[in-house]
């Protein structure tokens, strides 16, 4: 069956560490991939996006990701994470036969100033 | 111009009752998604329509029916509203076809009390 699996269900960082959130899916074919955070009260925001090219990705406000094609891994970083980055997060993947979009439980990163 | 809007933000309605939410883009998108938010900030997908077709119609309660009178707009009716329908309901949009990311509507807020 098609998932998306996010590891981390809550990551706690002080502020200025560095930051890798995991994302997996079990796609095959061709895949888009996503990262979309959410702030507290807001809708999803998107963060970078992937559909080809250079695997590795820049994003807004500093966030990048790294496609891995033979890990199926699209996991997100930050070098240094502000206390303004205390969100949700989430990794979605569009594919299969649909070409919908299915998303992952999230993780909750928060931001200790 | 808002991308994506859904009406009400915010709905608190009782027990047994029925209750439709309102979304449209104006993006020119083909497909329409309805998003299911819990408590735990899981997000699951409803449905998703294209051209007017509903292309998956996950295991949702037959309480649940979207209906989509052209292809801006995708409506949630909901019958016979339970305690466990309190969520988040965000509606999306994107080209089923396109390289686009999935934009995202502010989400209502339901409350069955």
């Known amino acids: 069956a098609q998932s998306v699996s996010q590891h981390n269900h809550h990551v706690i960082l002080s502020e200025a560490a560095s930051l890798e959130l995991g994302c997996n899916y079990s796609?095959?074919?061709?895949?888009?991939l996503f990262w979309y955070v959410q702030y507290p009260g807001q809708h999803l925001q998107l963060l970078l996006k992937?559909?080809?090219?250079?695997?590795l990705v820049k994003g807004i406000k500093g966030f990048e990701a790294e496609f891995i094609k033979s890990k199926f891994s699209f996991n997100l970083r930050k070098p240094s994470v502000q206390w303004s980055d205390t969100a949700e997060y989430f990794c979605?993947?569009?594919?299969?036969?649909?070409?919908?979009?299915?998303f992952g439980a999230g993780t909750r990163l928060t931001v200790k100033p | 111009d808002t991308a994506v809007s859904q009406t009400p933000k915010y709905l608190v309605t009782q027990m047994g009752n029925d209750k439709s939410i309102k979304c449209e883009q104006n993006l020119g998108h083909d497909t329409m998604y309805w998003y299911k938010q819990d408590s735990k900030k899981f997000l699951k997908i409803m449905f998703s329509y294209n051209n007017k077709e509903l292309i998956i119609n996950e295991t949702v309660p037959n309480r649940f029916s979207p209906k989509s009178p052209d292809k801006a707009h995708l409506n949630l009716h909901i019958n016979s509203l339970e305690l466990g329908d309190s969520a988040v309901y965000f509606c999306?949009?994107?080209?089923?076809?396109?390289?686009?990311?999935?934009?995202f509507g502010q989400g209502t807020r339901l409350t069955v009390v």
């Open positions: 992937y559909f080809s090219g250079d695997p």
């Open positions: 796609y095959g074919g061709t895949v888009n």
């Open positions: 979605a993947v569009r594919g299969g036969n649909n070409n919908d979009m299915r």
């Open positions: 999306a949009s994107n080209d089923r076809g396109g390289h686009t990311e999935a934009f």
